[in-house]
């Protein structure tokens, strides 16, 4: 298991969005030093497909697709899911990007399907669930568009939050044709 330790607090507003967004170096934790090798279970996709000798995309290819978070802004630039995730504790943030990362690396097979475009991605908190709506956009799907994000309460995904998502993604696409 990863040995990780919190930055502090302002480390980790500043970021933990990049992150989440695709850069490793801040998760809103650090590396310990002397930590564990990580297992192959800790590796990325593009590093456990180079030790176990694979390494096809989707066409067949010798790369892979990769994937690359992005958030909704509105029009009037608000960002819902970094507003969100902002709010939440050290820990319940990085739980959030330790998710998403792990989507970014193995595609919607870390997800689960709710509703036409719009996926699920399930994080566990220090003592709650939250989830993140999110679609594949882009040409090859390499563009993953979070759209929501909200503390579980139920057990099924409330209604209202799937037709926000897919409002939002509405929305995302009107304004970028």
Do not use: C
Not at 114 to 140: C, M, P, Q, S
Not at 141 to 159: D, N, R, Y
């Amino acid at each position: 298991m990863l040995s990780l330790t919190p930055l502090r607090p302002a480390d980790r507003k500043a970021r933990t969005w990049r992150a989440v967004m695709g850069i490793w170096p801040a998760f809103g934790l650090a590396r310990k030093t002397g930590a564990a090798p990580l297992r192959m279970h800790e590796l990325s996709v593009m590093e456990r497909q180079k030790h176990q000798g694979e390494g096809q995309g989707r066409d067949g290819s010798q790369n892979a697709v990769k994937r690359r978070w992005r958030q909704y802004k509105t029009a009037v630039g608000n960002e819902p899911v970094k507003k969100f995730i902002g709010k939440l504790s050290d820990n319940d943030a990085a739980s959030i990007a330790a998710a998403m990362k792990e989507v970014r690396e193995k595609g919607t097979a870390a997800a689960r399907h709710l509703r036409g475009d719009i996926w699920e991605v399930r994080a566990d908190g220090d003592h709650t669930i939250y989830r993140v709506l999110f679609a594949e956009e882009g040409k090859h799907s390499q563009v993953l568009l979070a759209v929501e994000a909200f503390q579980k309460k139920t057990q099924k995904t409330p209604p209202e939050k799937i037709a926000l998502a897919e409002s939002r993604l509405r929305d995302w696409r009107k304004r970028s044709s």
